[in-house]
């Protein structure tokens, strides 16, 4: 018995030593006003790159001193080197880092049996107190955004020798050191540039029918399902076996489609509907310059960019014979979208963007063709934008000679092949630019009131599943990230936006 406690009491003394979390503690000091003098810089941000979330500010009492404790035992950090960085007003200084060695023998003279602690000595930064440290109300804003940061993973670099930080946070702590030095001087900032997005602007026309549709492959030639024809090809709703449709395809969250038609009689028909799709980013290397100076910058990291795109169609169809229909569509189609204006920055160092709004709006016509080869055979085609319409390619900066344009003329065409309960379908999409994207697709009656169907666009890399019971219809589609939201991305990648639902009524 004796000999159990005895192993247990070493078992608990070593466990103790090993927990011990280490704190990592200094005095950064700038110059006084008198060169030949020094005090503790308050109101610095103190940054450990490993462990973003244990940022701290230098005190006033005593001026300079920082302390975080890692809450990480010394074991894990022991002959490492970690980097800890400092965020002031001083951008340039040299002595923004420091590179720490961990080993227990360190600062012995503050070790107790609950903490270790390792002490980062003579951090000078060579510059005037008034030019380094940051107005409290900045420097509270800063350690904000820093600590909401991810920490490194140290269980993926446990055998590294030094932990010098994630590359995202690095590259997210340079440009928010060279904010932070900048916006302590008040004043107005004009846009200067903006750095490449991500958001796709005046293409959503040609994506919808390949990267968000639960048709895929049968769009430019619809039969079974005639959801998405008055968008894509009405002249096929001249063959429906119904009178009527009424038809709704959403994911709630950044793409809508609504349309229906109805049979005036056996020769003509009226179809309508309209698509909105909405997107959003934090647009990275956006570049503000000083007013009346142009060599004095802010670039920011977190510029918000939202895109609106959307468009009403409305088209009357006629059916010439058994074989052969036309359709007309006239659209209206709208663009709205921020462009990032001026920066105004306050006395207390908080900065406001204010936007300017862009607005694009044009109508024009599509013009569509649907042909039975045989029973077994249907070929389609549709002309769109026949009046050579555009939006705008990208966002831009205000006063930009010369801005981008996407031209929207297109030719769609579709193939579809019949047998039995199983339908194979493929559409292609030419545009200004050439051949935009093929899809094929395939769709399957397993028992009554019920169609299966799944296709893929071959150069977007886009797919869908889809099942349809009745009125009723769910479906995975995967857009590729082709629309970009980011202010409300969710935990799930696979759900992300991808899960779309929505009805179908063919009214008798």
Same mark, same amino acid.
């Given at each position: 018995m004796k000999k159990i406690i005895f192993y247990y009491g070493l078992f608990f003394l070593f466990y103790s030593a090993d927990a011990q979390p280490l704190i990592i503690k200094g005095k950064i000091k700038c110059l006084n006003q008198n060169v030949n003098s020094t005090k503790g810089?308050?109101?610095?941000?103190?940054? =450990?790159?490993?462990?973003?979330?244990?940022?701290?500010?230098?005190?006033?009492?005593?001026?300079?001193?920082?302390?975080?404790?890692?809450?990480?035992?010394?074991?894990? !950090?022991?002959?490492?080197?970690?980097?800890?960085?400092?965020?002031?007003?001083?951008?340039?200084?040299?002595?923004?880092?420091?590179?720490?060695?961990?080993?227990?023998?360190?600062?012995?003279?503050?070790?107790?049996?609950?903490?270790?602690?390792?002490?980062?000595?003579?951090?000078?930064?060579?510059?005037?107190?008034?030019?380094?440290?940051?107005? =409290?109300?900045?420097?509270?804003?800063?350690?904000?955004?820093?600590?909401?940061?991810?920490?490194?993973?140290?269980?993926?670099?446990?055998?590294?020798?030094?932990?010098?930080?994630?590359?995202?946070?690095?590259?997210?702590?340079?440009?928010?050191?060279?904010?932070?030095?900048?916006?302590?001087?008040?004043?107005?900032?004009?846009?200067?540039?903006?750095?490449?997005?991500?958001?796709?602007?005046?293409?959503?026309?040609?994506?919808?029918?390949?990267?968000?549709?639960?048709?895929?492959g049968f769009n430019f030639s619809p039969s079974r399902d005639l959801s998405e024809a008055v968008f894509w090809n009405p002249s096929a709703i001249a063959f429906s076996r119904k009178p009527y449709n009424i038809s709704l !395809?959403?994911?709630?969250?950044?793409?809508?489609?609504?349309?229906?038609?109805?049979?005036?009689?056996?020769?003509?028909?009226?179809?309508?509907?309209?698509?909105?799709?909405?997107?959003?980013?934090?647009?990275?290397?956006?570049?503000?310059?000083?007013?009346?100076?142009?060599?004095?910058?802010?670039?920011?990291?977190?510029?918000?960019?939202? !895109?609106?795109?959307?468009?009403?169609?409305?088209?009357?169809?006629?059916?010439?014979?058994?074989?052969?229909?036309?359709?007309?569509?006239i659209k209206s189609v709208w663009q709205n979208f921020n462009i990032p204006d001026s920066l105004q920055v306050s006395d207390g160092g908080i900065g406001s963007f204010f936007d300017s709004s862009i607005k694009k709006h044009y109508f024009d016509i599509d013009i569509s063709a649907t042909y039975k080869i045989s029973n077994a055979l249907q070929a389609g085609i549709n002309l769109g934008n026949m009046g050579g319409s555009k939006l705008y390619a990208d966002a831009f900066v205000s006063g930009q000679a010369n801005i981008r344009m996407q031209k929207q003329r297109s030719l769609g065409l579709g193939l579809l092949y019949k047998w039995q309960r199983l339908n194979i379908g493929a559409d292609l999409l030419f545009t200004d630019d050439g051949l935009y994207d093929a899809a094929f697709g395939i769709n399957y009656v397993p028992f009554n009131n019920a169609l299966i169907s799944a296709g893929i666009a071959v150069k977007q890399l886009s797919y869908s599943i889809a099942f349809r019971i009745k009125h009723f219809r769910?479906?995975?589609?995967?857009?590729?990230?082709?629309?970009?939201?980011?202010?409300?991305?969710?935990?799930?990648?696979?759900?992300n936006g991808r899960i779309y639902g929505g009805f179908i009524f063919d009214l008798n």
């Open positions: 810089a308050e109101s610095i941000v103190v940054v =450990p790159a490993f462990m973003p979330s244990h940022a701290t500010i230098t005190a006033s009492q005593p001026s300079g001193y920082f302390e975080f404790n890692t809450g990480i035992p010394i074991t894990i !950090l022991q002959d490492k080197t970690v980097s800890v960085y400092v965020i002031s007003r001083c951008t340039n200084c040299k002595e923004s880092v420091k590179r720490v060695f961990i080993s227990e023998d360190q600062d012995r003279q503050n070790s107790d049996n609950k903490k270790t602690y390792v002490t980062v000595k003579d951090w000078m930064l060579n510059t005037n107190c008034q030019k380094a440290e940051l107005r =409290p109300i900045a420097a509270d804003s800063i350690l904000s955004v820093v600590t909401k940061q991810p920490d490194q993973n140290l269980d993926k670099v446990s055998s590294a020798t030094a932990l010098t930080g994630a590359p995202a946070f690095l590259n997210f702590l340079t440009n928010l050191t060279t904010v932070a030095g900048v916006l302590e001087n008040s004043g107005s900032f004009k846009l200067q540039s903006l750095g490449p997005g991500k958001i796709n602007y005046g293409k959503f026309l040609f994506a919808s029918p390949f990267s968000h549709s639960a048709n895929t !395809l959403t994911n709630i969250r950044n793409n809508v489609k609504f349309g229906g038609f109805f049979r005036v009689n056996k020769k003509l028909a009226i179809a309508a509907g309209g698509i909105y799709t909405t997107q959003d980013e934090r647009r990275k290397g956006t570049v503000f310059a000083f007013v009346g100076n142009p060599f004095n910058t802010v670039t920011s990291d977190s510029t918000f960019m939202k !895109l609106k795109e959307y468009a009403a169609f409305i088209s009357p169809v006629y059916k010439v014979n058994d074989k052969f229909s036309v359709g007309l569509t769910i479906a995975y589609i995967n857009d590729n990230d082709w629309l970009v939201n980011e202010k409300r991305k969710g935990k799930s990648g696979i759900l």
